[in-house]
């Protein structure tokens, strides 16, 4: 969650006495202590790539800056994948990184327009890159994704996805369709992925989740009938779980997790 302090702004330049949130390829910098470097720290390295003022934080402005993947650290610094960053840093200090990280996709992705090949520039006015030649604007992406826990009583619809760890299961999740609403895609997605019908569909909470931008939109929902058919290719296994015999579970960094045990608290304290 992004500190109360924090306010999302956008301007292509930061202040020198920033915080700096910096990147080397996709690896955050990170001090010994497991803190964002200050300015001085950052002096050795050649000009960045990316240098933009992404937000406020209470007095402090917040500078993003990112160099290719093939610059060493400076001395004193470590590189830190931001998803192995999730047990270092607090949880204020992670949605700050994860601002940081999407920003960061957007602006290294548009470089050109995506409509005549023309090399874009960075606007003062908001956060887009326009298009000198067309005038089209890149704006930063954020793709909404479903995740949907099923219940049946005491029970759980698991699913493991081929990519995931051996012997891990998580709730049925996938992206929104152009045109489609969550709910649309809630039922859509159950259905292609477990061959299920849901009913009662509750909203639990949200996450960003910066690999490479998505937006993750959990729910709970009740089962109404169906058996189980895992999508060939997408599923390679989905079955009832009861509360008492769950399988392995998500990384208690994402929202799978949280979902999940949400739903778990609440059986165990009814039965
Ligand atoms: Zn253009």
């Not at 090949?117 to 890159?129: I, L, Y």
């Not at 849901?198 to 009938?225: C, G, K």
Request: proline residues 9%; contains cysteine.
């Amino acid at each position: 969650m992004l500190p109360a302090d924090f306010s999302p702004l956008y301007a292509p330049h930061a202040p020198e006495n920033s915080l700096c949130i910096a990147f080397v390829g996709d690896d955050l910098l990170l001090t010994q202590d497991n803190t964002f470097p200050d300015s001085a720290q950052l002096a050795g390295l050649p000009p960045a790539e990316t240098d933009c003022l992404i937000g406020q934080l209470g007095e402090q402005t917040c500078r993003l800056l990112a160099w290719p993947g093939s610059i060493e650290a400076p001395a004193g610094l470590q590189r830190l994948n931001l998803r192995l960053a999730w047990n270092l840093l607090d949880r204020e200090q992670y949605a700050l990184a994860t601002r940081a990280k999407l920003m960061l996709s957007w602006d290294r992705e548009h470089r050109f327009c995506g409509v005549c090949g023309t090399p874009t520039v960075p606007m003062e006015s908001e956060p887009a890159r326009i298009c000198p030649a067309c005038q089209h604007r890149a704006y930063p992406r954020l793709s909404p994704a479903i995740m949907v826990l099923i219940h049946r009583g005491n029970e759980l619809l698991l699913a493991r996805s081929p990519h995931f760890r051996p012997g891990m299961y998580s709730a049925v999740a996938g992206f929104v369709e152009p045109g489609e609403s969550l709910e649309e895609c809630a039922h859509r997605e159950v259905m292609e992925e477990v061959g299920v019908r849901i009913t009662n569909l509750r909203w639990f909470d949200s996450q960003p989740w910066p690999f490479p931008h998505s937006l993750m939109l959990a729910f709970h929902a009740d089962y109404v009938e169906g058996d189980i058919v895992p999508q060939p290719g997408e599923i390679e296994d989905a079955a009832w779980f009861h509360v008492d015999a769950l399988p392995d579970l998500p990384n208690s960094d994402s929202i799978a997790y949280r979902l999940l045990q949400s739903a778990i608290n609440e059986k165990k304290h009814a039965l």
